[in-house]
């Protein structure tokens, strides 16, 4: 049986258009932009398209768009940026984030406590709405910016961002908005909407590791976190990945472009797994199935199963899911975004599954099948124990 | 028919990469697992290496480079419980514990055992340098490794006899150079890692640090003390007896005329009873938490017993079976020490083992 990867939300493979993008690059224009001659212009010259196709799929300017180096650096230059800046003018930074961000939001929000600033959580429900009351009293109480994600990596809830935003201008702040898991699953465009920053990593849109986007809107002041010559504006110092660049901006040019027709058919892959699992699992919870839903996470609480058995069972049937988000060693911990929203979960099993481009019908069924099968295995050995 | 599946615990070091390579080569179906048993990241400055990431990196990395699948089971809960808060209240009672010998027998072979067969895995395996003979499929028996200085039976007595049939020793008749030598013709990255010698949990070596951590403040084990002889002289003070060990020589100054060793730790009045080497000399050891890897020999039987880890097995006799064993060394022994594990052995053969509970002295020793 051919192996499965509905862990899409965890990483995706490089399609094809994005390769083909990076390898012009690498193999033709692999001049430094900065260079005064030829090669130079031309890798410039690729540069800049790149930055223009970005601009164009979100509604921005040009001048708007940062190449980074990846999700967690953009994240991190808004928020540890945005406190920099403030501090600048003699103020005191102050980040208010939601309590379900990702922990790229939520580490560079507690290190803007740890440097002097303030932090702290916006609470989110399990019906899915923020806690609009608790964000209007930290921005009262002097939040200078404000945190909240697009759609969650782990439950997929898709967060009101234009009423948080609003609220957030309302009082002045500065809103950011950590778009990795949204773009391309539901409608982005910062043109016309109160988003003062956006972050966008490569890798979960069929892009390469290591590329990113930080929309930063102009007239809005954030500080560089390292230094060097004067690339990307002096704010994202260090020759530039023109490659990196200019296949983000083919896997957002794409994303776009494909987002409503690829939301339709992932949703209906991802109810139809729901569908099967809840009819063959007892007690099985689904987490974050709430009317704001982005279509390509399904998150469920299975009851009476060790989840590292579980996700080790699947992995044996060559099915790669997750538990929550893929975490550095492999070993799976507690899941910060399942208790803010459920409280402490003892004895379930979470398992997220996410599917993408190459998904199938035939493979959301096999999955729910080899999902039963390892369920079954398990209860059968503890049953004989 | 199916191959055989095997979990086999992978710390990420030689020896269980060899373990894990050897059962590919004998054509099971391997599975690695490594137990992630705690995590040192107790401040700041470890917030990089947390939970021994280093050790599973590399378990994944020859894992990935045998074909086999690897996962990483967290029983940090159960390794608390089972093994560092016992390591604690033992030093706390003046007693030097064995935390791998709990480990082994309470936490890691059992969490396997467990997670295999919930995964389909028809047995488990390690990279213990012991044998096991599945001859008489059931009641095996487990011997000592082929390669005497590696050996780690001792650290074994403690497993459920039960396990026994299920259990695979790839390296039991192989020695560490053979090992390192395999490793390097697979060409894994772990064939020159260096070998581990401290407590798992205790990476500086320096125990004390965890002590002071663990024990509420001013735990009297902690505290400062007496050094004294048997009939009562006080010789001097020490900073807590945890810091103590039967048989000990280092740590008690000099200048008494004649070397002295720790023959007592007396935890309730804080004493440390310090005296000449014939006074550190037990002829016997009683024995608690006896666990029988074999059919206990009758009363009376002869035996060997190791009382240390690097000690050979001296002959004794075995007294009593009853909850407790008593034992008469054939010749007095010293440092009998509470708290370490003592293993019967019959040749090269393990047949259970327990945890000494108290050194035997009768009168005309000292």
Same mark, same amino acid.
């Given at each position: 049986?051919?192996?499965?990867?509905?862990?899409?939300?965890?990483?995706?493979?490089?399609?094809?258009?994005?390769?083909?993008?990076?390898?012009?690059?690498?193999?033709?224009?692999?001049?430094?932009?900065?260079?005064?001659?030829?090669?130079?212009?031309?890798?410039?010259?690729?540069?800049?398209?790149?930055?223009?196709?970005?601009?164009?799929?979100?509604?921005?300017?040009?001048?708007?768009?940062?190449?980074?180096?990846?999700?967690?650096?953009?994240?991190?230059?808004?928020?540890?940026?945005?406190?920099?800046?403030?501090?600048?003018?003699?103020?005191?930074?102050?980040?208010?984030?939601?309590?379900?961000?990702?922990?790229?939001?939520?580490?560079?929000?507690?290190?803007?406590?740890?440097?002097?600033?303030?932090?702290?959580?916006?609470?989110?429900?399990?019906?899915?709405?923020?806690?609009?009351?608790?964000?209007?009293?930290?921005?009262?109480?002097?939040?200078?910016?404000?945190?909240?994600?697009?759609?969650?990596?782990?439950?997929?809830?898709?967060?009101?961002?234009?009423?948080?935003?609003?609220?957030?201008?309302?009082?002045?702040?500065?809103?950011?908005?950590?778009?990795?898991?949204?773009?391309?699953?539901?409608?982005?465009?910062?043109?016309?909407?109160?988003?003062?920053?956006?972050?966008?990593?490569?890798?979960?849109?069929?892009?390469?590791?290591?590329?990113?986007?930080?929309?930063?809107?102009?007239?809005?002041?954030?500080?560089?976190? %390292?230094?060097?010559?004067?690339?990307?504006?002096?704010?994202?110092?260090?020759?530039?990945?023109?490659?990196?660049?200019?296949?983000?901006? %083919?896997?957002?040019?794409?994303?776009?472009?494909?987002?409503?027709?690829?939301?339709?058919? %992932?949703?209906?892959?991802?109810?139809?797994?729901?569908?099967?699992?809840?009819?063959?699992?007892?007690?099985?919870?689904?987490?974050?199935?709430?009317?704001?839903?982005?279509?390509?996470?399904?998150?469920?609480?299975?009851?009476?199963?060790?989840?590292?058995?579980?996700?080790?069972?699947?992995?044996?049937?060559?099915?790669?899911?997750?538990?929550?988000?893929?975490?550095?060693?492999?070993?799976?911990?507690?899941?910060?975004?399942?208790?803010?929203?459920?409280?402490?979960?003892?004895?379930?099993?979470?398992?997220?599954?996410?599917?993408?481009?190459?998904?199938?019908?035939?493979?959301?069924?096999?999955?729910?099948?080899?999902?039963?099968?390892?369920?079954?295995?398990?209860?059968?050995?503890?049953?004989?124990? | 028919?199916?191959?055989?599946?095997?979990?086999?615990?992978?710390?990420?070091?030689?020896?269980?990469?060899?373990?894990?390579?050897?059962?590919?080569?004998?054509?099971?179906?391997?599975?690695?697992?490594?137990?992630?048993?705690?995590?040192?990241?107790?401040?700041?400055?470890?917030?990089?290496?947390?939970?021994?990431?280093?050790?599973?990196?590399?378990?994944?990395?020859?894992?990935?480079?045998?074909?086999?699948?690897?996962?990483?089971?967290?029983?940090?809960?159960?390794?608390?419980?089972?093994?560092?808060?016992?390591?604690?209240?033992?030093?706390?009672?003046?007693?030097?514990?064995?935390?791998?010998?709990?480990?082994?027998?309470?936490?890691?072979?059992?969490?396997?055992?467990?997670?295999?067969?919930?995964?389909?895995?028809?047995?488990?395996?390690?990279?213990?340098?012991?044998?096991?003979?599945?001859?008489?499929?059931?009641?095996?028996?487990?011997?000592?490794?082929?390669?005497?200085?590696?050996?780690?039976?001792?650290?074994?007595?403690?497993?459920?006899?039960?396990?026994?049939?299920?259990?695979?020793?790839?390296?039991?008749?192989?020695?560490?150079?053979?090992?390192?030598?395999?490793?390097?013709?697979?060409?894994?990255?772990?064939?020159?890692?260096?070998?581990?010698?401290?407590?798992?949990?205790?990476?500086?070596?320096?125990?004390?640090?965890?002590?002071?951590?663990?024990?509420?403040?001013?735990?009297?084990?902690?505290?400062?003390?007496?050094?004294?002889?048997?009939?009562?002289?006080?010789?001097?003070?020490?900073?807590?007896?945890?810091?103590?060990?039967?048989?000990?020589?280092?740590?008690?100054?000099?200048?008494?005329?004649?070397?002295?060793?720790?023959?007592?730790?007396?935890?309730?009045?804080?004493?440390?009873?310090?005296?000449?080497?014939?006074?550190?000399?037990?002829?016997?050891?009683?024995?608690?938490?006896?666990?029988?890897?074999?059919?206990?020999?009758?009363?009376?039987?002869?035996?060997?017993?190791?009382?240390?880890?690097?000690?050979?097995?001296?002959?004794?006799?075995?007294?009593?079976?009853?909850?407790?064993?008593?034992?008469?060394?054939?010749?007095?022994?010293?440092?009998?020490?509470?708290?370490?594990?003592?293993?019967?052995?019959?040749?090269?053969?393990?047949?259970?083992?327990?945890?000494?509970?108290?050194?035997?002295?009768?009168?005309?020793?000292?």
């Amino acid at each position: 049986m051919s192996p499965i990867y509905l862990d899409h939300a965890a990483t995706t493979p490089v399609r094809a258009e994005v390769r083909d993008g990076m390898i012009a690059i690498l193999d033709g224009d692999f001049g430094n932009p900065s260079s005064a001659h030829s090669w130079g212009r031309r890798a410039a010259a690729r540069l800049e398209e790149a930055r223009e196709r970005v601009a164009k799929a979100i509604g921005a300017d040009r001048s708007e768009i940062y190449f980074v180096r990846g999700g967690t650096e953009s994240d991190n230059m808004a928020i540890l940026g945005h406190a920099e800046a403030v501090r600048r003018v003699g103020g005191t930074p102050f980040a208010a984030v939601s309590v379900i961000e990702h922990k790229a939001v939520l580490s560079a929000a507690a290190e803007v406590g740890k440097r002097g600033g303030r932090w702290s959580t916006v609470p989110v429900y399990a019906d899915g709405t923020l806690d609009m009351d608790a964000l209007d009293t930290a921005l009262a109480e002097g939040a200078s910016i404000v945190s909240v994600m697009t759609v969650n990596n782990e439950v997929g809830i898709h967060l009101p961002i234009e009423a948080v935003g609003e609220l957030t201008r309302v009082h002045g702040a500065v809103f950011h908005t950590d778009a990795v898991q949204g773009l391309g699953k539901v409608p982005i465009s910062v043109d016309g909407l109160p988003i003062d920053l956006l972050s966008l990593t490569g890798h979960k849109i069929y892009g390469a590791k290591g590329t990113g986007v930080l929309f930063v809107r102009r007239g809005v002041d954030i500080a560089p976190l %390292i230094f060097g010559g004067a690339q990307e504006r002096a704010l994202r110092p260090g020759t530039e990945d023109v490659a990196g660049a200019v296949g983000m901006s %083919i896997a957002v040019d794409l994303a776009v472009q494909e987002q409503e027709s690829e939301a339709d058919r %992932i949703r209906r892959l991802r109810d139809l797994l729901q569908s099967r699992l809840e009819e063959g699992i007892a007690g099985l919870r689904v987490h974050g199935d709430v009317p704001n839903r982005a279509p390509h996470i399904l998150n469920v609480g299975i009851p009476n199963v060790d989840p590292e058995v579980l996700l080790a069972g699947l992995d044996l049937e060559g099915i790669a899911t997750s538990t929550g988000s893929a975490c550095d060693s492999g070993a799976q911990t507690a899941s910060h975004v399942l208790e803010a929203l459920y409280g402490r979960l003892e004895g379930v099993a979470a398992l997220r599954f996410s599917p993408g481009h190459s998904t199938t019908e035939d493979d959301v069924i096999r999955v729910a099948e080899a999902t039963l099968r390892v369920l079954e295995l398990t209860r059968s050995v503890e049953a004989q124990a | 028919m199916r191959s055989q599946r095997i979990l086999v615990a992978m710390s990420g070091g030689v020896d269980s990469s060899v373990a894990a390579a050897l059962l590919v080569q004998q054509g099971y179906d391997v599975v690695g697992a490594t137990m992630k048993t705690f995590c040192y990241s107790g401040g700041e400055a470890h917030s990089k290496t947390c939970c021994g990431l280093d050790g599973i990196t590399d378990a994944r990395r020859v894992s990935d480079a045998l074909g086999i699948p690897h996962y990483v089971f967290d029983v940090e809960e159960d390794f608390k419980r089972d093994v560092i808060d016992d390591f604690v209240s033992e030093y706390a009672r003046g007693r030097t514990p064995n935390p791998c010998v709990r480990c082994n027998s309470n936490t890691k072979f059992k969490d396997l055992m467990e997670r295999g067969r919930l995964l389909g895995c028809d047995g488990i395996a390690s990279g213990h340098y012991v044998r096991i003979d599945h001859k008489d499929a059931s009641a095996p028996a487990l011997y000592r490794g082929v390669d005497t200085s590696k050996d780690q039976s001792y650290f074994l007595w403690g497993l459920p006899i039960e396990m026994l049939p299920r259990l695979h020793f790839p390296l039991g008749d192989l020695t560490k150079p053979q090992v390192r030598e395999q490793a390097r013709e697979l060409g894994l990255v772990t064939a020159d890692k260096p070998e581990s010698q401290e407590i798992c949990f205790v990476p500086t070596g320096d125990y004390r640090d965890l002590l002071e951590k663990r024990l509420e403040t001013r735990h009297p084990a902690l505290e400062p003390g007496l050094i004294v002889t048997r009939d009562g002289e006080v010789l001097g003070e020490h900073t807590g007896y945890a810091n103590f060990t039967i048989g000990q020589r280092k740590g008690l100054g000099g200048g008494f005329g004649q070397p002295l060793y720790v023959i007592e730790i007396r935890a309730d009045s804080r004493e440390v009873i310090v005296g000449p080497a014939q006074e550190c000399a037990s002829q016997g050891v009683e024995i608690g938490e006896v666990n029988w890897l074999a059919t206990p020999p009758p009363e009376h039987s002869p035996i060997r017993v190791q009382i240390r880890y690097r000690a050979t097995a001296v002959p004794a006799t075995l007294h009593s079976t009853e909850g407790r064993v008593i034992l008469a060394f054939d010749e007095v022994q010293r440092a009998v020490t509470p708290g370490q594990s003592a293993v019967f052995y019959q040749g090269e053969r393990v047949l259970g083992g327990g945890r000494i509970e108290r050194a035997l002295v009768s009168s005309n020793a000292c």
